[in-house]
């Protein structure tokens, strides 16, 4: 667990700049930002349309796979998932408004909106009441009691990566509390229906329509869709594990983050997140949540202007001696895998490093 | 097209899921659509051009083949893409007689210092320029079987749904009365002053009177009507402007009791003068002040929130919001309503005693 490094009156500070940070961005919002999102809900679809198409040639179907893999990690990081934060909401369009938009992905976008927009977003990191620790299924944090049952932690977080889109669908049925007994089958009732009919959309489209549109390459087709899935399930999957939990992010108790202030929060959110490093086409295709740290302290400001934020963010860290936690995508999921086989076997293993690494501002991508 | 659109709006569309065909349509096309109606500007006709006061002007638009038409009085809801990437939706009375599925129509709008949507329309934008609609709505409209004699009442930019029906009677070759009582600042702010003209002196069998109480014409009297229209209130009428006007005709027909003669829009709604005191909590935002007795909509904003907007005059149900405890009234009907957790619409209701809105 973590304790706080800053007197109250530093939090309060603390919490004012960020606030100013926020207030300057929201005001200057405009065309830049709507042309921006605008344009890759164009190349989105482009892709998708083009992906499509080429299933048509065989000799394409590789360069088919990867158009329409592009267009679904578009859909579901930097259109999807900031959409759905409510980022372009200003702009009143309700094409991409967070109340209308439904994401390429068999979780329906209401479910998910309340398990990541107010379930995570509001307690992250607090062991207890963010189930985006280990999803219910993994041991990601040493105070998470062992158990014989996380032995198989690395071939539950595979299976995770591989099945993504249908873990985060399922993600709100707490399937951990249902073995626990803290919550009954009664429960996820109402929820049963939502995912069911979405899943049905989704599977009709790729797994029977287009296929079928494309004849006697049914087959060829139909394996083509499902790899582009599988491929935005492996970069979904490996961009978030990096966003919590690599080494040096910390966590934090139900106890501590009682009636916390809003510097408090926002103190929590900097220490629970982990950055990426890399180039800006990285940062695209990685809904900008390479940015993670930026995106938990304002999840509701475009993605696209975290990398301006960092710089802000990054200058408070070092004012307040508080570490930023980033590095090359390799470092990262590194330090998450072995996180993942560490915790796998009992005892603390990550006592010893539980203060959390400075990084050297040589590490930090431009 | 028709080949096509059938089949866009087919089941086929399982294939855009989860977006929907209208999301992929529009990249191609602005003027592509399979459910939602767009539009493109092709004609801007300034109407009234008085310095020192807000121009007015028609604008002609070709919509999209998903326009179901319109029938003279109703209104749309129209939404533009406004500098700085902000899109706001309003609602237009239709100035034409009438339209068919894809026809081109007409909006006659003010550009009122504070119409945010319609000074863009009327000063800024140029032909081409794409807006978002909904379909025509509003009963505000003339019957299937039009009455042999008709009454309009109208008072200022109330004369524009007035003016759609006329229009339409026009076309129609309607054999009977028509009597157009109108009143207005001045004649220099009177708006299709020529055609009214035309048409009153070409034996249409069109009454005229344009009335200007500011330059010494008399305000509405239930007797000078009476004397216009002997036993007005056995005639089917049509009264469309701001409050003022409304609240002075509304009684002379309804003297003896409700009159469903008497059909009203009001073209700005009754100031709310619900009842003052208690406390107006906004529980989302954490804020509290003294109920002033207005609009919810105008006191949230007067404690500096933003709630989102559309109408101010309780039709187009964009400021719907949650009320979770307390009484409101309507301002356009004076009903109350007391359940707990109810969607009301903030620009037409005002609190009665303490009251919560979920803003």
Redesign the interface.
């Known amino acids: 667990m973590h304790t706080i490094k800053l007197t109250p009156e530093q939090l309060e500070e603390f919490g004012a700049e960020m606030d100013t940070i926020r207030r300057r961005i929201v005001a200057d919002l405009g065309e830049a930002d709507a042309d921006y999102i605008r344009k890759i809900v164009k190349y989105q679809r482009g892709f998708e349309v083009a992906g499509r198409t080429m299933f048509y040639l065989p000799p394409l179907w590789p360069a088919a796979v990867a158009a329409l893999s592009v267009s679904k990690i578009l859909d579901n990081m930097e259109i999807g998932h900031n959409v759905m934060h409510g980022q372009y909401d200003w702009m009143g369009d309700p094409g991409l408004n967070s109340r209308m938009y439904e994401w390429d992905n068999v979780c329906p976008s209401d479910q998910w909106k309340y398990s990541h927009n107010y379930i995570h977003h509001t307690f992250t990191n607090i062991l207890g009441k963010d189930r985006d620790i280990g999803y219910g299924i993994l041991r990601m944090d040493e105070d998470q009691p062992w158990h014989p049952y996380y032995l198989g932690n690395p071939l539950y977080a595979f299976a995770l990566m591989v099945f993504f889109e249908w873990g985060v669908a399922l993600h709100d049925l707490e399937v951990e509390n249902l073995v626990a007994g803290r919550r009954t089958f009664a429960d996820n009732k109402p929820l049963h229906r939502g995912i069911m009919r979405k899943v049905k959309r989704q599977a009709l489209k790729d797994y029977l329509l287009f296929p079928a549109l494309t004849g006697p390459l049914f087959p060829l087709t139909f394996a083509g869709n499902a790899t582009a899935n599988l491929v935005r399930n492996i970069w979904a999957f490996n961009i978030i594990f990096c966003g919590h939990f690599p080494t040096g992010v910390a966590t934090f108790s139900i106890e501590e983050t009682e009636g916390e202030s809003r510097g408090q929060w926002y103190y929590r959110q900097l220490l629970g997140s982990a950055n990426i490093t890399g180039s800006r086409l990285f940062h695209v295709m990685s809904g900008n949540l390479s940015h993670q740290i930026e995106h938990h302290l304002f999840p509701d400001i475009p993605a696209r202007r975290y990398p301006e934020i960092a710089k802000d963010v990054r200058r408070i860290c070092e004012k307040y001696d508080l570490p930023y936690n980033t590095g090359p995508l390799h470092r990262q999921l590194g330090s998450v895998f072995g996180k993942i086989v560490k915790l796998a076997l009992p005892g603390r293993p990550g006592r010893k490093t539980a203060k959390p690494d400075r990084v050297p501002d040589s590490a930090v991508a431009a | 097209m028709s080949i096509a659109g059938t089949l866009l709006r087919s089941r086929a569309v ?2 855009a ?3 929907g065909v209208d ?2 349509l529009e ?1 191609v096309n602005p003027m592509w659509a399979a459910h939602e109606v767009r539009a493109r500007l092709v004609e801007i006709h300034h109407e009234v051009d008085v310095p020192g006061e807000p121009p007015v002007a028609t604008l002609t638009f070709q919509p999209t083949n998903t326009w179901r038409g319109h029938r003279p009085g109703q209104y749309v809801q129209l ?1 533009v ?1 406004l ?7 309003r609602c237009f009375t239709l100035s034409s007689a009438g339209s068919r599925p894809g026809d081109r129509f007409t909006v006659t709008m003010r550009a009122n210092p504070d119409g945010e949507v319609s000074r863009f329309l009327v000063e800024q934008a140029a032909v081409g320029q794409v807006v978002h609609l909904s379909q025509a709505a509003g009963d505000f409209v003339l019957p299937e079987a039009v009455p042999e004699h008709i009454v309009f009442i109208t008072g200022g930019s109330g004369i524009t749904p007035a003016m759609a029906m006329l229009r339409s009677l026009l076309l129609r070759t309607h054999r009977g009365r028509v009597t157009f009582v109108h009143y207005a600042r001045s004649p220099e702010h009177q708006i299709f002053r020529a055609e009214l003209e035309e048409i009153s002196t070409t034996g249409y069998g069109v009454d005229l009177h344009l009335v200007y109480p500011e330059q010494g014409g008399r305000n509405f009297s239930p007797m000078e009507l009476e004397r216009i229209v002997p036993n007005f209130r056995d005639v089917d009428t049509w009264l469309c402007g701001p409050a003022g006007l409304v609240e002075a005709v509304r009684p002379a027909y309804e003297a003896d009791g409700p009159n469903d003669r008497l059909r009203v829009e009001y073209f700005k709604p009754p100031r709310a003068s619900g009842t003052a005191g208690g406390r107006l909590a906004f529980d989302r935002s954490g804020i509290e002040a003294e109920n002033s007795g207005e609009s919810i909509l105008e006191q949230a904003e007067a404690a500096g929130l933003k709630p989102t907007f559309g109408c101010r005059m309780g039709i187009c149900f964009s400021c719907t919001a949650t009320k979770t405890e307390g009484t409101v009234r309507n301002v356009l009907t004076g009903e109350t309503s007391d359940r707990p957790d109810e969607q009301i619409r903030i620009c037409v209701s005002s609190p009665e005693g303490d009251c919560a809105i979920d803003l």
């Open positions: 399982a294939l899921s989860p977006h999301r992929y990249l939404s893409d500098p700085g990437a902000r899109r706001l939706t």
